[in-house]
């Protein structure tokens, strides 16, 4: 079996695949480490997702994976506790509370209408992406280097061909309902916070703290169909300003960096699926458009794919 693309959808897609006794190898166009995955925040939540049961399967799916990964001590996996700061009553409970153990709404801090509190997996990506290659090696799964034009380039490499391509799965897959999302962030250094904090209605844009463990995250931005991912210094001070005015302590912290990335975004939600119109003699499996949810389900959408090569 081959699967196309590196990123934490791919690398969980080639894992799955191999344990469950398949001869996988990989090909990316980008080193792991060089995908919008390693620029991934990382913390379990279905982020501009619909209440979609097969998304509600795949996010629960991968966070008991995730959860178990972090009572294992897999690098980079820790369960955070997170408040949810809300700018509108909401009296019940979001969808996707079913896959959370510990969700409960509590009275609102001062200012808000409403508060969640949750504990989910937070995942720092570079060790995490570092892992899922080392897993992969021990599995006996190559990982090579390889750009292609058309899916058609791989059709004689395997007799099963997964897509986890990303934002180039437009391209790839003839798919027009794939757009880029760009999402802005500031790393700042951690003055000692362990709690993700979360404010994704405010005014300015979703703002979002998420401690790691020598940094902080500041977040965000969430920009359908911009694809400039130069730094912006003005929007940087904006970011870590609606950070700061949620987390006072965050006051004076180093700034570490910017980081810029594509969110693969697409109309309709995730493509998992089997392509009957794929190139002739393979089997050809789509998994992409998960936007910025892709650490989120992963794991779950990875264990459809090994159903659908099965079949």
Same mark, same amino acid.
């Given at each position: 079996?081959?699967?196309?693309?590196?990123?934490?959808?791919?690398?969980?897609?080639?894992?799955?695949?191999?344990?469950?006794?398949?001869?996988?190898?990989?090909?990316?166009?980008?080193?792991?480490?060089?995908?919008?995955?390693?620029?991934?925040?990382?913390?379990?939540?279905?982020?501009?997702?619909?209440?979609?049961?097969?998304?509600?399967?795949?996010?629960?799916?991968?966070?008991?994976?995730?959860?178990?990964?972090?009572?294992?001590?897999?690098?980079?996996?820790?369960?955070?506790?997170?408040?949810?700061?809300?700018?509108a009553e909401v009296s019940d409970h979001p969808w996707w509370s079913a896959a959370v153990p510990d969700f409960q709404i509590v009275p609102p801090a001062p200012g808000y209408a409403g508060e969640w509190r949750f504990t989910v997996p937070s995942v720092e990506m570079a060790p995490y992406l570092?892992?899922?290659?080392?897993?992969?090696?021990?599995?006996?799964?190559?990982?090579?280097?390889?750009? &292609? =034009?058309?899916?058609?380039?791989?059709?004689?490499?395997?007799?099963? !061909?997964?897509? @986890?391509? /990303?934002? $180039? %799965?437009?391209?790839?897959?003839?798919?027009?309902?794939?757009?880029?999302v760009r999402g802005r962030i500031v790393v700042v250094a951690n003055p000692g916070l362990s709690t993700s904090l979360r404010d994704e209605g405010h005014p300015a844009g979703p703002t979002y703290v998420h401690p790691r463990s020598r940094d902080v995250v500041l977040g965000g931005t969430f920009?359908?169909?911009?694809?400039?991912?130069?730094?912006?210094?003005?929007?940087?001070?904006?970011?870590?300003?609606?950070?700061?005015?949620?987390?006072?302590?965050?006051?004076?912290?180093?700034?570490?960096?910017?980081?810029?990335?594509?969110?693969?975004?697409?109309?309709?939600?995730?493509?998992?699926?089997?392509?009957?119109?794929?190139?002739?003699? &393979? =089997?050809?499996?789509?998994?992409?458009?998960?936007?910025?949810?892709? !650490?989120?389900? @992963?794991? /779950?959408? $990875? %264990?459809?794919?090994?159903?659908?090569?099965?079949?």
């Open positions: 079996m081959l699967v196309v693309g590196a990123g934490v959808v791919g690398l969980t897609c080639a894992v799955r695949l191999a344990e469950a006794g398949a001869r996988v190898r990989v090909i990316t166009a980008d080193e792991p480490a060089e995908t919008v995955s390693r620029i991934a925040a990382a913390v379990w939540y279905p982020t501009r997702t619909d209440p979609d049961p097969r998304v509600l399967d795949w996010a629960g799916q991968t966070f008991d994976e995730l959860a178990a990964q972090a009572a294992r001590g897999v690098p980079g996996v820790v369960m955070r506790p997170t408040r949810m700061l809300l700018r570092e892992w899922l290659r080392e897993r992969l090696a021990g599995l006996g799964v190559p990982v090579r280097r390889q750009r &292609i =034009r058309t899916l058609r380039e791989v059709a004689g490499l395997a007799p099963v !061909v997964v897509n @986890a391509t /990303g934002l $180039a %799965a437009g391209r790839l897959a003839d798919d027009p309902a794939v757009y880029p920009e359908p169909y911009e694809t400039d991912t130069a730094p912006d210094e003005e929007v940087a001070r904006a970011i870590v300003a609606r950070c700061v005015a949620l987390v006072p302590e965050l006051a004076g912290a180093p700034v570490l960096g910017q980081l810029t990335g594509l969110r693969p975004a697409r109309h309709g939600g995730p493509r998992v699926a089997l392509d009957p119109s794929g190139p002739d003699g &393979i =089997r050809l499996i789509h998994n992409y458009g998960h936007g910025g949810a892709g !650490v989120t389900l @992963a794991w /779950g959408c $990875a %264990a459809e794919v090994v159903a659908l090569a099965s079949r």
